[in-house]
């Protein structure tokens, strides 16, 4: 199980990387990650809001976006 997780946060910072790197203009694949990354990041952030919204009923003050 250790090492299940040890090779999940390397991915994720391996991910990290490359979108730092891209943003700097780095290698074509680097972009490929980069962008891979981001999409994945986003996916598992937008199905974290609606679990939490499913879980609660509804919105709450902490799914705002009225910073």
Known sequence: ???LL???LALVVGGC?????AERGG???ARVVAILTLALGDAVS??????RRGSW????SMDSDDD
């Open 46 to 51: 937008s199905s974290g809001k609606k679990k």
């Open 57 to 60: 009923g509804g919105s709450s």
């Open 27 to 29: 290698p074509r694949w």
């Open 17 to 21: 990387v490359c979108v730092v790197w």
């Open 6 to 8: 040890l090779g999940v």
């Open 1 to 3: 199980m250790i090492f």
